[in-house]
């Protein structure tokens, strides 16, 4: 599986955009990154999914660098409920696809 | 649309006893997931099905836990006995078939505890 790593807490203002870092440095030309958000007592919610070019959705927007080893999920105007665990996954093509969920980023939003 | 339905939402048990958890996946998905999330863990793939077939499930304890999904739709989880290591919140997730991308989608979970 390609592993990734992210910082385990991080806080943001409200208001704010808020950046928040992967590294995913052994993954795969073909292995997609996704990201899922976690708010407390609900199941993880798929936010946003890249391959090599820049996505924007309404939620967020995902930049890939060139080399594909690293990401950054941006939540440009962030707000008290955006507060959540952050999970970064690189899929593993080789295990069929399959998502292997890390610790995440523990994201608070502060007024 | 609808969706993942699970239930119960919580369940209390103590060890030894025998519990089952119930998930109903979004309509045209043929892939179903079972994940334990134990607290302050990220969540770990228990079995994998496609339809009503068995995909993965390297990671499911055999001994005590068995997931069956016999109509290719809904899928029940079941643990028996139950340890006091079992107590987590228990995901269930659907994803299309025929995608290039595996976008999964969860349901709220089953929150068990063991005494």
């Known amino acids: 599986d390609a592993k990734t790593t992210q910082p385990p807490s991080m806080d943001c203002a409200e208001g704010r955009a808020a950046n928040l870092p992967c590294n995913h440095s052994?993954?795969?030309?073909?292995?997609?990154v996704y990201w899922y958000r976690q708010i407390h007592s609900q199941g993880p919610q798929y936010i946003i999914h890249?391959?090599?070019n820049n996505e924007t959705n309404e939620m967020a927007s995902l930049i890939i660098t060139e080399d594909r080893k690293s990401s950054t999920l941006i939540l440009p105007h962030a707000t008290l409920r955006d507060t959540a665990v952050y999970y970064c996954?690189?899929?593993?093509?080789?295990?069929?696809?399959?998502?292997?969920f890390g610790g995440g980023t523990r994201v608070l939003v502060k007024p | 649309e609808a969706g993942v339905a699970q239930s119960p939402r919580y369940k209390i048990i103590e060890k030894r006893q025998s519990v089952a958890f119930w998930c109903n996946p979004i309509?045209?998905?043929?892939?179903l997931y079972w994940y334990q999330q134990i607290l302050g863990q990220g969540p770990k793939l228990l079995i994998q099905?496609?339809?009503?077939?068995?995909?993965?499930d390297s990671q499911l304890p055999k001994d005590r836990f068995s997931a069956e999904r016999l109509k290719g739709v809904d899928s029940t989880l079941k643990i028996q006995p139950a340890k006091l290591e079992d107590s987590a919140v228990y995901l269930c997730?659907?994803?299309?078939?025929?995608?290039?991308?595996?976008?999964?989608?969860f349901g709220a979970g089953t929150r068990l505890s063991v005494l």
């Open positions: 099905f496609q339809n009503n077939g068995v995909v993965d």
């Open positions: 052994t993954i795969s030309g073909n292995e997609y």
């Open positions: 890249g391959l090599k």
């Open positions: 309509s045209g998905h043929a892939t």
């Open positions: 996954i690189a899929e593993a093509k080789a295990a069929g696809n399959k998502l292997t």
């Open positions: 997730a659907s994803s299309f078939r025929d995608r290039v991308e595996n976008i999964q989608y």
